[in-house]
């Protein structure tokens, strides 16, 4: 995979990560298997198996992911297929710290994930939340029916709600203490240039207009309505954080850093947004 020059950014980073996914898939092995497992001999039949996945992962460029149906966030296994783009947002993080010291646990009856995808944050949260119900709202109904595969597989039926919404236009006003979103942000330029890894991703959930600037601007007008008092705003825009700064310079963006790599996630309260107008 190196030879071949396959990008990495998936889920792994290195071609030894994975390469190991998808040995593991072919073998159907945890995730925390023991050590004895690497001295697993493996079959011919799981050999030609293996070969099959990465020869597609080097001539197709299919993330593996796609091919696995499996991926992890925030210490969660989740079903992806072509219909949503691969879980790998910061994000994972913040949820895993309880969005620390950003929020107060104990006073979070309400979140929205905005452009839920496969359901990844909106999943996350309500396992970090247990007494909070989620409101998981994409445009994509493709989305939705990942998601919902998802919502079963981990329980939560009777505390994530699927909604299908073109940002805010199907929800409530004033219904959240926090909502979490990971919008399409890709501008016209880096869209022509990304590896052909994200071609195979929907192109509605990376695509935002000439500057990837449009899903975010509507997010900054539209929130602070939906937000309760006191309520936080957490967005990631990744690569579109100095475009977004130029565009907004009134608005006290607070960027956070992350221990195990990755940026462009902003955090604003419901007051800092009405005062930036």
């Known amino acids: 995979m190196r030879r071949a020059r396959v990008f990495f950014g998936h889920g792994t980073d290195n071609a030894f990560d994975e390469a190991a996914a998808l040995v593991w898939h072919v073998l159907e092995l945890p995730i ?26 080097i001539r197709e460029r299919i993330p593996s992911a796609y091919l696995t149906g499996t991926t992890w966030f925030a210490g969660l296994a989740l079903y992806v297929d072509q219909r949503v783009i691969v879980p790998r947002s910061p994000i ?5 710290r309880r969005f620390a010291p950003w929020v107060e646990p104990r006073r979070v009856r309400r979140i929205l994930d ?29 989305a939705l029916a990942v998601a919902a595969i998802n919502v ?3 329980r939560l039926a009777k505390r994530v709600r699927l909604v299908q919404s073109d940002h805010f236009s199907a929800l409530s006003r004033g219904a959240y203490d926090m909502i979490v979103s990971n919008p399409p942000y890709v501008g016209e330029r880096e869209m022509r240039a990304l590896p052909e ?11 935002s207009g000439r500057y990837g600037l449009d899903s975010v601007a509507c997010i900054l007008r539209e929130a602070p309505r ?8 957490i967005v990631e825009v ?13 608005v006290p963006f607070m960027w956070l850093e992350f221990e195990r790599g990755g940026g462009g ?9 009405l005062a930036a107008g």
């Open 197 to 207: 890894e994200y071609r195979h991703e929907p192109r509605l959930a990376l695509a």
């Open 32 to 57: 925390d298997a023991p050590a004895s497992a690497y001295r697993r001999r493996v079959g011919v039949r799981a050999a030609l198996a293996i070969d099959a996945l990465v020869t597609r992962r």
């Open 226 to 233: 939906h937000l309760r008092r006191n309520g936080v705003l």
């Open 92 to 96: 994972a993080e913040l949820i895993e």
């Open 152 to 154: 079963r597989r981990h």
């Open 114 to 142: 905005l452009g839920t995808g496969s359901g990844c944050i909106a999943i996350a949260c309500a396992r970090a939340f247990a007494q909070a119900q989620v409101d998981a709202a994409d445009i994509s109904a493709d």
């Open 265 to 273: 996630v902003f955090v604003l309260t419901k007051e800092q947004l």
């Open 238 to 250: 990744g690569n579109t954080q100095s475009a977004l700064e130029r565009r907004y310079p009134r």
